[in-house]
Nanobody
Framework: QVQLVESGGGLVQAGGSLRLSCAAS????????MGWFRQAPGQERRFVAA????????NYADSVKGRFTISRDNAKNTVYLQMNRLKPEDTAVYYC????????????????WGQGTQVTVSS
């Protein structure tokens, strides 16, 4: 059974940083796309970033480019999201996701989801 478990969320002041982690079990995703999504209160879930293979192949939402960095450690079957220069509008529940196949440019088709971790950025 595939499980994705996020950690690292919390409360931070605007301008601060957080690092989210997502540990996968039950399947190796080293050749598949893994991504991060977020959902703010009253809004739909939105794509944040995705990665495949290694750090050379990544995709980011325009709203986080230059501030967030996605990376992965295939040996640990873990994906990370380093979030810098956080803004109050980054406040959301952040979800880790994985899909079969390497397409990081399509935000659809993610088969596996974590339970989410809350990130709150105070102004």
């Amino acid at each position: 059974q595939v499980q994705l478990v996020e950690s690292g969320g919390g409360l931070v002041q605007a301008g601060g940083s957080l690092r989210l982690s997502c540990a996968a079990s039950g399947r190796t995703f080293s050749r598949d796309a893994m991504g991060w999504f977020r959902q703010a209160p009253g809004q739909e879930r939105r794509f944040v970033a995705a990665i495949v293979w290694n750090d050379a192949f990544t995709n980011y939402a325009d709203s986080v480019k230059g501030r967030f960095t996605i990376s992965r450690d295939n040996a640990k079957n873990t994906v990370y999201l380093q979030m810098n220069r956080l803004k109050p509008e980054d406040t959301a529940v952040y979800y880790c996701a994985a899909k079969m196949g390497p397409d990081i440019n399509d935000p659809n088709g993610y088969n596996y989801w974590g339970q989410g971790t809350q990130v709150t950025v105070s102004s």
